[in-house]
């Protein structure tokens, strides 16, 4: 499976405040997903059908302001968060799928709250940053966490994906 992706900025974010560095970032979201193609529990999503031989989603960066405003206004949620993902199911009736490639969504990430967050998970901010994308991500691929088995199998995909780093 190819895959194609953009890192951008929504806001007006400081990315070198917080030491990121986009290329390295970039680098990282593509072992994300060769170790997240060779997981045979992940074949069950439509993206890895016959239909598809491409994938392509974005990933942005945005300050607490803007995760909580996109909070509000798609999610009736008037409080930050540290992720948010709009997926476009390659199984829904809107999917966007054209010569085998599927256009998955958009993964959202606040880094004011990926860097509160890196010490209660006693992770570097890095470390919270791959883990909020490998979980969008796998939202993209249709796997949501609605019960409690659910979230164990996201969770634990997530968790040995972030082994390898």
């Known amino acids: 499976m190819k895959s194609s992706f953009s890192v951008s900025k929504i806001d007006d974010i400081n990315l070198r405040k917080y030491n990121i560095k ?33 994938i392509n989603f974005d990933i942005s960066f945005c300050s607490d302001n803007t995760i909580k405003e996109i909070n509000n206004q798609y999610r009736n949620k008037d409080k930050v968060t540290d992720v948010i993902t709009f997926s476009l199911f390659c ?22 709250t ?7 998970n006693n992770n570097t901010l890095r470390q919270e940053l ?3 994308t490998t979980h969008g991500i796998l939202h993209l691929f249709g796997f949501d966490h609605l019960e409690k088995k659910d ?11 972030l082994k390898n780093f």
């Open 22 to 54: 986009l290329k390295d970032y970039k680098n990282d979201v593509k072992k994300i997903l060769d170790i997240l193609f060779s997981y045979k529990e992940l074949k069950k999503s439509k993206i890895f059908s016959d239909e598809i031989s491409k």
């Open 91 to 112: 199984d829904d009736e809107n999917a966007i799928i054209y010569r085998k490639k599927a256009d998955l969504g958009q993964i959202i990430i606040s880094v004011e």
């Open 114 to 120: 990926a860097e509160k967050q890196k010490n209660l």
């Open 130 to 132: 791959l883990t909020l």
């Open 151 to 161: 979230y164990d199998f996201v969770v634990g995909i997530q968790n040995e994906v």
